[in-house]
């Protein structure tokens, strides 16, 4: 049996609300057409009001940070995917912004798919900092340990062929 339309509707729905990744649909005027859960949560977190659909996407970002996502969106309506990371209140975030085809081929909006990268960036950080200090223990070793020990060991060898002479 194939599921109705309505069934199909509220199994998109739960696939759409349970994605742990934010999600956001819109229109060509960048007006909100569709939301997820998580991007309604995240933007009542850090922008501090709830999305409605209709409304458009500028009146919930911040001022300083709009000419560079209208320009990300502009990028996408030209068929680039953008990949667009921007740090928002402590915390690292990675979108990635894609245009929406309707059968004809025409773009017909934006997908708009965000994820929290902070841990990830932490971990580079991390990775980064155990990296320098692999290097500052091998620098040491090579330099200021073995140079000692090589000093003893040749004057060692003197000492050894001076007793061979007598």
């Not at 060509?28 to 501090?48: G, M, P, S, T, W």
């Not at 990371?85 to 004809?104: Q, R, S, T």
Request: glycine share 4%; charged share 20%; with cysteine.
């Amino acid at each position: 049996l194939q599921p109705t339309v309505s069934e199909k509707s509220i199994l998109l729905n739960a696939f759409f609300n349970n994605a742990d990744q934010y999600q956001l649909l819109l229109n060509k005027q960048l007006e909100i057409v569709a939301f997820n859960d998580c991007a309604f949560n995240f933007n009542r977190k850090y922008a501090h009001h709830d999305f409605k659909t209709g409304k458009s996407i500028f009146d919930y970002i911040n001022p300083s940070l709009a000419d560079d996502f209208k320009m990300q969106c502009f990028k996408a309506f030209e068929g680039e995917i953008v990949h667009y990371e921007h740090f928002i209140e402590g915390g690292w975030f990675n979108f990635v912004i894609k245009a929406l085809y309707n059968p004809d081929n025409e773009i017909t909006g934006l997908s708009i798919v965000g994820s929290n990268v902070n841990d990830q960036k932490k971990n580079a950080k991390l990775i980064r900092q155990q990296s320098q200090s692999l290097s500052n223990i091998a620098w040491f070793q090579s330099h200021q340990l073995r140079l000692p020990v090589s000093s003893i060991l040749a004057l060692l060898n003197l000492i050894k062929e001076e007793h061979d002479y007598h």
